[in-house]
Structure formats: C-alpha cells, structure tokens
C-alpha cells in the first residue's frame, strides 16, 4: 500500500512521523514501557516505522499469512511506498534549503547594517558624558544660593502663616458682616492646627478672639439651619458647616427632618398651575426650541434644591436614609395624585406628557442622590394608575360628548324652543361617536409613540387599557342608551322590554335616533375602529390581541360582542319607539270610543274629529321617520277594487244590499261578504320591523287599527253609531294606505274593524253609498279648504 492510497488522517499521521524522525534522529528516544507500542499486540503495517521493528519476524509473518501472489502485490505496494517516501524526503530537503538561503541572506543583510553603528555609539557616549560634566559644574556653582533661596522661601511662608493668624479674626469679623459663613469655617479650620499647638503661648490673644468670632457664626446657623425663610440649599449648607465644626447636629436631626418634609408642600405640583401652563403651552408654538416657563423653571430649581438637600442630609445623617427615602416617594406620590386630578379634566396628550416630563425630571434629579429609594420604578408603579386614569377619563370624556349631541333635544323641547332637527341630532351622535373614537386613538397612539422613558415600560399596558377601554366604553354607551330612551330593557326576555314608569318621559324622536345610531354603531363605527389601519396601525394592529394579558386571557376588545350588543339594541329601540307612538295613538282610540254613548249615537253628518287627530300623529310619525330611517319598498300593491272609496260605487254586492229593507237580511249580507273576503284572502298582517320609513310606519298603522278593533269590540252601538265607524274607517282607507307599505294588511284591518262594529251593532244598516261618498267628499273639500288658511 503506497502512501497515496492511505486515508487522509493516516497520510497525516504517516507525515508527522517521517518529519519527527528526520528531525529527531537519536535512537535514543523510545516509547515508555507502559506506552500502547510497548504492550504485546498484533503485528500490523504500521509497525514498520517503530523504532522496535524486527524484519525477520515480519518477513516470517508474511510468509506464513500469505501466499506467493500475495507476497508479490506486497512487494510492488512496498516498491511505490519506498519510491514515494523518498520523493517526499526529496521535497522536504528542498523546502529546508531555501529556509537556510532566506536565513544566510537576512544575516548578511544585519551584518551590512551594523558595520559603523559602534563609531555612532562611542561618539553619542562622548556627548552624554561632556552634558553632564556641565551639569554638575552649574549645580556645584548653584548650590549655595539655591540652598539660601529655600531658606528665605521657608521662612516666607512661616511668617504668611503667622501673619494669617493674627488677620483671622478681623477675616472672620468680615464674613458675619458678609455672611461668608463658608468662607469663615474654613479659615478657622485652617488655623486649628497652629492654635492647638501655640494657641495657650504666642497665639493666645488671636485663639480668643477667633474663638468669640465663631461662637457668633454657630449661632448664626443655627438661626438659618431653622428659619423658614431660608431656602432647602441654605439650610443644608448651615448643617454641613456645622458639622465641619464639630457642633453635635445629631441632637437636631428630628427638627431638619420635619423642616424637610414641610417643604413638600412647596415641591408639590398643583392643579390650578398645571391647568394654566396647559392652556398657555396651546397659545405658543409647538417647536421643541420653545424656552421653558417661569413657573416650569422655578419648580424645577427647587427640585434641584431640595435633591442637593437630600444629598447634604445623607451625608450629615448616614443613619436618616429610610425617612429620606419616605420623603423622595412621598413628593413622587403627590405629583402623580395631582396628575390624577388634572387627567379628570379635558386634556390632550401632549398636555399629559408634558405633565409627565416634569415628574420624571424631578424623579431623575433625585434618583441621582438618593439612588436607594428606586425612584424611577416606584414612580413607574404610580404611573401606571396615572395612565389609567388617563384612559378612563378619556373614554368618559367621550361618552359625556356623545351624551350632550343625544340630549339637545331634551333641552329644546323642555325650553319649549323651536323644534330640533332629529337628523341633525343623528348626524351630530355619528360624528361624536366615530370622530370622537378616532380621536381618542390618535390622541394614545401620540402617547405611545413618545419616547419618555417613564412610558416605554408602559406602552403593552396602555395598549391593553385602550383596548379594555373600548370594550367597557361601548357597554357603557349601550347603558347610556337605555337611561336615555326612559326604559328598563332585560336582555334575558325575547321581546326585550318591560314596562317602566319612566316610558312616558322619553321622547320617541330620541328613541328612534337611538335606533340608528345604534345600527351605525353596529355597522359602520366598529368596523372603521378596528380596521383603520392606514393612520393607526400600531394600536389598530392591537386589536387582533396582545399587550400584557396574554393570549390565556384572549383579546380585551371583542368587536363581535359589540356588534351584537348594539344590533340587539337597535332591535329594542326601533320596537320601542313603534310601541311609544303606538300607546299614543291608542290614547287617542280609548279616549274616543269611552267618551260618547254609542247606544244614543245620533245620525253621521261628517267625519268625525279624531279622524283628523289620528291622521296628525301619523304625519308627525312619518315626519320623524323621514329625518332619520332611509326609504323602503312597498310591497302588496292592491287595485282600487279591493277597497277604494270608488269601490263603494261599483261593488254589485253593496248594490244588491240597497235594495234590501229587511234589518236581519241586510246583517246577513253583510256577514257573510266578509266571511268571504277573509277566506278569499290570506294576509300576512304583522312581518319583521325593517328599518325603513314604510316599514315603521306600516307597523304602527297596523298596530293601531288593532287597538281600534280591540276598542270597537269593547262596545255597543245603534244603527247611527255603526254608520259613524263605517264612515270614519272608509274615510281612512286612502290617507292610511298611501303612507303604508302593505296596502293589503292596511285593508283586511280596517274591513276588521267594521266586521267588528257590525258585529256589536243592534241594527248594522250601512250607510247607502251615495250618502257615503257625499260625506267623504264634504270632507276632503274642507280639508282643502283648511290647507291654505292655515299656511
């Protein structure tokens, strides 16, 4: 096997040998006893370039293992390896040689540049030795004067400290008259020293002196360290000085303490100076280059005084650091209780931030003195709850504007003003319900794009309380809804309504803007919160979940529940207000079927007066209608012969009835035509409410003529009476059919009702038609002729 065909680790292998055994030739060097080669084993290939190698045992080896055609291959493997080593031995000879060439070339080379650097040397040594002989001979020549220079400069600064001394205490003198009390210390702490050593010998007039003049600054700091006029920096420089002085300020701690705490007041951020920088941060400009304010300057250097305060009492009182760090938190606690009374009023973010830069810079001066009370995260804690006071006012911000567009109609029509447009009314809400949301998402949307540093830990939590805040702000709206429309509604009944006391106190326009209001909401305003994602992408993107709740708990604002809870509400109310208007009309009903007696009921002469009365509400109904729901389609258009005043002319059956003069005949007749005409007819009479103007109006009109067959059940009448339903009912054939969507219903109710008179009627004659059509027609001409005079 030749070298080339090895593997590439044992071609390695082979190669580091060969090297180690050109480059260690000493036989010498043998494997230890206790090493793998020394330990009997299997004789192998590779034991041929060990030291230990016996031919003899090898060649009888092979002899014994193989044969002679395995013999020969081995003599060819062994004739290429021995070739290839020494090609190899070749190599490694010649890449040595051109080693040992670069190495004879780089010495010749060091030894051209050598040759008169030793000249160089001798010379440079000559000049060392020549510069420092001149040295020696001008210090030998110096040396007297220089020693007599040091004498006098010694004995100057003796006689300046001594002339020191006995200026010290005219020195002191002037720095009570300049109160210069750090100056005066620091001259007398300077002097200790030579006092202590001369002061009961040459210096005893000055130490005396110097003593009284000090005497009056110990009692001139404790009079600043306790005066209230004093600033917090003052104060602290008096204590420090004191203490320099050995003075036992221990004893006063508890006082400095208290004077301390009572500065809070002074620190502390009020209400009223934040609303008036607020409304002066909104007359200026908003660049950033802006000058700070007065107010915002004066604050922020009392901080600073108060933060070099507490360093100042660290340092005189190491054991006072627990009551210094209650008093850094108790000043953070005050601000942000104050910036929750300032959130509860109408502000804006930026107004927010600007509040919360303020705290924060104040937390930050203080952090860097008094860095064990954790400052930023304690104010971190605080500002959580100033976030969600935040929030929460915004949202009930919201609802009060949303409530004020609702509620002016209450206020014109209690005023007696003139009468409120509903549609403004409607327009108005929309507006404050999707502009004012969208506001409030760009208004937490600048919030969370602030890089305050207060706030980059809070932005998953501000997130989930926006959210959080929708989701209960919604809830509260569908709440308010209900105070608003003057009902109870239980969601845990179908019809969804119960009765209340407060029903008659809402007004039925509001009930029904409510209505759509609602369906905007269900439709139009959720939808756009949660997908504007154009210009609110951050908190939009939100919706889908997130923030610090976790998907365990699921996503805080469900757009599918509200959607819900306002399609069942707009449900509620549109049902609400048909039950409203229809209660109304059917005061009007009872009143006029209780009031006359109908067993003495004279001969019809005309229509009579709540005709005209029923018609008005039902115009003021489909005013209402108009101003907010949007047009429908009508459905079960009839001809006229199926129930029109012409009718009445061409009807062969009511012919054949004229020509009849039996009493009981006549009732049969008439009995078994609407027999006919209700088998012959199937109506659908009471469908789905839709929110159209046809739709809401047909379900009152039907709602009404059942209330009226109800009322007209409940009675008796004469011959005159029943003529005066048949005339009043077919006068309002037309009128009722043109505002209805459901001509057909309108009809088959209304033929109810004179089935139901004709059924409580002693003697039920009709009227003949030509006095019947008479009637009408004297009727719609004076109603004609009442239009002009009144516009």
């Given at each position: 096997?030749?070298?080339?065909?090895?593997?590439?680790?044992?071609?390695?292998?082979?190669?580091?040998?060969?090297?180690?055994?050109?480059?260690?030739?000493?036989?010498?060097?043998?494997?230890?006893?206790?090493?793998?080669?020394?330990?009997?084993?299997?004789?192998?290939?590779?034991?041929?370039?060990?030291?230990?190698?016996?031919?003899?045992?090898?060649?009888?080896?092979?002899?014994?293992?193989?044969?002679?055609?395995?013999?020969?291959?081995?003599?060819?493997?062994?004739?290429?390896?021995?070739?290839?080593?020494?090609?190899?031995?070749?190599?490694?000879?010649?890449?040595?040689?051109?080693?040992?060439?670069?190495?004879?070339?780089?010495?010749?080379?060091?030894?051209?540049?050598?040759?008169?650097?030793?000249?160089?040397?001798?010379?440079?040594?000559?000049?060392?030795?020549?510069?420092?002989?001149?040295?020696?001979?001008?210090?030998?020549?110096?040396?007297?004067?220089?020693?007599?220079?040091?004498?006098?400069?010694?004995?100057?600064?003796?006689?300046?400290?001594?002339?020191?001394?006995?200026?010290?205490?005219?020195?002191?003198?002037?720095?009570?008259?300049?109160?210069?009390?750090?100056?005066?210390?620091?001259?007398?702490?300077?002097?200790?020293?030579?006092?202590?050593?001369?002061?009961?010998?040459?210096?005893?007039?000055?130490?005396?002196?110097?003593?009284?003049?000090?005497?009056?600054?110990?009692?001139?700091?404790?009079?600043?360290?306790?005066?209230?006029?004093?600033?917090?920096?003052?104060?602290?420089?008096?204590?420090?000085?004191?203490?320099?002085?050995?003075?036992?300020?221990?004893?006063?701690?508890?006082?400095?303490?208290?004077?301390?705490?009572?500065?809070?007041?002074?620190?502390?951020?009020?209400?009223?100076?934040?609303?008036?920088?607020?409304?002066?941060?909104?007359?200026?400009?908003?660049?950033?280059?802006?000058?700070?304010?007065?107010?915002?300057?004066?604050?922020?250097?009392?901080?600073?005084?108060?933060?070099?305060?507490?360093?100042?009492?660290?340092?005189?009182?190491?054991?006072?650091?627990?009551?210094?760090?209650?008093?850094?938190?108790?000043?953070?606690?005050?601000?942000?209780?104050?910036?929750?009374?300032?959130?509860?009023?109408?502000?804006?973010?930026?107004?927010?931030?600007?509040?919360?830069?303020?705290?924060?810079?104040?937390?930050?001066?203080?952090?860097?003195?008094?860095?064990?009370?954790?400052?930023?995260?304690?104010?971190?804690?605080?500002?959580?709850?100033?976030?969600?006071?935040?929030?929460?006012?915004?949202?009930?911000?919201?609802?009060?504007?949303?409530?004020?567009?609702?509620?002016?109609?209450?206020?014109?029509?209690?005023?007696?003003?003139?009468?409120?447009?509903?549609?403004?009314?409607?327009?108005?809400?929309?507006?404050?319900?999707?502009?004012?949301?969208?506001?409030?998402?760009?208004?937490?949307?600048?919030?969370?794009?602030?890089?305050?540093?207060?706030?980059?830990?809070?932005?998953?939590?501000?997130?989930?309380?926006?959210?959080?805040?929708?989701?209960?702000?919604?809830?509260?709206?569908?709440?308010?809804?209900?105070?608003?429309?003057?009902?109870?509604?239980?969601?845990?009944?179908?019809?969804?309504?119960?009765?209340?006391?407060?029903?008659?106190?809402?007004?039925?326009?509001?009930?029904?803007?409510?209505?759509?209001?609602?369906?905007?909401?269900?439709?139009?305003?959720?939808?756009?919160?949660?997908?504007?994602?154009?210009?609110?992408?951050?908190?939009?993107?939100?919706?889908?979940?997130?923030?610090?709740?976790?998907?365990?708990?699921?996503?805080?604002?469900?757009?599918?529940?509200?959607?819900?809870?306002?399609?069942?509400?707009?449900?509620?109310?549109?049902?609400?207000?048909?039950?409203?208007?229809?209660?109304?009309?059917?005061?009007?009903?009872?009143?006029?079927?209780?009031?006359?007696?109908?067993?003495?009921?004279?001969?019809?002469?005309?229509?009579?007066?709540?005709?005209?009365?029923?018609?008005?509400?039902?115009?003021?109904?489909?005013?209402?209608?108009?101003?907010?729901?949007?047009?429908?389609?009508?459905?079960?258009?009839?001809?006229?012969?199926?129930?029109?005043?012409?009718?009445?002319?061409s009807n062969p059956l009511r012919e054949e009835k004229l020509t009849q003069s039996n009493t009981q005949r006549a009732r049969s007749q008439l009995l078994e035509t609407h027999l006919a005409k209700l088998f012959k007819q199937k109506v659908e009479i009471f469908t789905k409410v839709e929110y159209t103007q046809e739709s809401v109006v047909s379900t009152i009109v039907k709602l009404s003529l059942k209330s009226l067959q109800e009322f007209v059940?409940?009675?008796?009448?004469?011959?005159?009476?029943?003529?005066?339903?048949?005339?009043?009912?077919?006068?309002?054939?037309?009128?009722?059919?043109?505002?209805?969507?459901?001509?057909?219903?309108?009809?088959?109710?209304?033929?109810?009702?004179?089935?139901?008179?004709?059924?409580?009627?002693?003697?039920?004659?009709?009227?003949?038609?030509?006095?019947?059509?008479?009637?009408?027609?004297?009727?719609?001409?004076?109603?004609?002729?009442?239009?002009?005079?009144?516009?």
């Open positions: 096997m030749g070298v080339d065909d090895l593997p590439m680790d044992d071609k390695a292998k082979r190669m580091r040998d060969l090297l180690s055994s050109f480059y260690s030739p000493d036989p010498s060097i043998s494997p230890s006893p206790d090493s793998p080669s020394s330990r009997p084993q299997q004789i192998t290939l590779d034991d041929i370039n060990s030291t230990s190698f016996d031919p003899d045992h090898y060649m009888n080896f092979l002899v014994e293992k193989s044969n002679l055609e395995g013999l020969l291959q081995r003599h060819v493997e062994m004739a290429a390896e021995i070739k290839n080593l020494d090609t190899d031995l070749q190599m490694l000879v010649y890449e040595n040689y051109n080693k040992f060439i670069s190495a004879t070339d780089t010495i010749k080379r060091m030894k051209t540049n050598i040759v008169g650097m030793e000249s160089n040397m001798e010379g440079l040594l000559e000049k060392i030795m020549s510069v420092q002989s001149r040295s020696d001979g001008v210090n030998t020549s110096l040396f007297e004067k220089r020693e007599h220079i040091e004498k006098l400069h010694r004995t100057y600064n003796l006689l300046r400290k001594v002339q020191f001394i006995f200026d010290l205490p005219m020195r002191l003198g002037k720095c009570i008259k300049s109160e210069a009390y750090a100056d005066a210390v620091r001259f007398y702490i300077g002097a200790m020293p030579i006092f202590k050593a001369y002061g009961d010998s040459s210096f005893q007039d000055c130490k005396q002196a110097s003593e009284e003049a000090m005497a009056i600054i110990i009692k001139n700091l404790q009079g600043k360290l306790f005066s209230d006029s004093e600033s917090i920096q003052a104060r602290a420089e008096a204590a420090v000085l004191l203490k320099q002085l050995d003075f036992p300020v221990e004893s006063l701690k508890a006082r400095l303490l208290e004077k301390l705490a009572q500065s809070l007041e002074d620190l502390q951020l009020k209400t009223k100076e934040l609303s008036n920088a607020s409304v002066d941060s909104k007359d200026s400009s908003k660049e950033e280059s802006i000058p700070c304010s007065e107010p915002a300057a004066a604050h922020e250097a009392s901080v600073r005084e108060f933060a070099e305060a507490l360093r100042a009492y660290c340092v005189i009182f190491p054991d006072s650091e627990n009551q210094l760090v209650k008093l850094a938190q108790d000043l953070v606690t005050k601000h942000f209780e104050t910036t929750g009374e300032y959130v509860k009023e109408r502000i804006c973010s930026a107004e927010l931030l600007r509040v919360l830069r303020v705290i924060w810079k104040d937390v930050l001066l203080m952090d860097e003195v008094l860095h064990e009370a954790a400052l930023p995260d304690y104010s971190l804690e605080a500002a959580k709850v100033a976030v969600k006071q935040y929030v929460a006012s915004k949202f009930s911000h919201l609802l009060h504007d949303i409530s004020d567009a609702l509620t002016k109609v209450h206020v014109r029509q209690k005023d007696g003003g003139k009468e409120y447009s509903l549609q403004v009314v409607l327009e108005t809400s929309k507006k404050a319900v999707l502009q004012g949301s969208m506001d409030v998402l760009l208004d937490f949307r600048q919030i969370l794009e602030d890089n305050l540093e207060l706030l980059v830990n809070l932005k998953d939590l501000i997130i989930d309380l926006v959210q959080e805040g929708f989701q209960d702000f919604f809830r509260a709206l569908d709440d308010h809804f209900l105070l608003l429309s003057g009902r109870n509604i239980s969601p845990s009944q179908d019809q969804g309504l119960i009765e209340g006391t407060q029903g008659d106190k809402a007004f039925a326009g509001l009930v029904l803007v409510l209505a759509q209001l609602s369906v905007f909401i269900e439709q139009t305003a959720i939808p756009r919160i949660t997908e504007a994602r154009s210009h609110l992408i951050e908190i939009a993107a939100s919706f889908s979940g997130g923030g610090v709740r976790g998907y365990e708990n699921g996503p805080a604002f469900v757009p599918g529940e509200i959607c819900r809870i306002f399609r069942s509400a707009g449900e509620k109310f549109l049902n609400l207000y048909i039950k409203m208007r229809t209660q109304r009309i059917s005061l009007l009903l009872k009143k006029r079927f209780t009031t006359p007696n109908w067993i003495k009921h004279k001969e019809p002469r005309e229509v009579h007066m709540f005709v005209d009365l029923f018609l008005q509400e039902l115009g003021a109904i489909g005013r209402e209608v108009k101003q907010i729901l949007p047009q429908g389609l009508r459905r079960h258009r009839r001809n006229d012969s199926n129930g029109s005043t012409a009718s009445s002319r059940r409940l009675q008796t009448f004469n011959r005159s009476g029943f003529q005066q339903i048949q005339l009043d009912i077919q006068f309002l054939r037309t009128p009722l059919k043109e505002n209805v969507e459901d001509e057909a219903a309108v009809d088959f109710l209304l033929d109810e009702v004179i089935v139901g008179a004709s059924e409580r009627c002693l003697d039920p004659i009709p009227l003949e038609p030509p006095i019947l059509d008479k009637l009408i027609q004297a009727k719609l001409a004076r109603t004609r002729d009442q239009i002009p005079s009144a516009s």
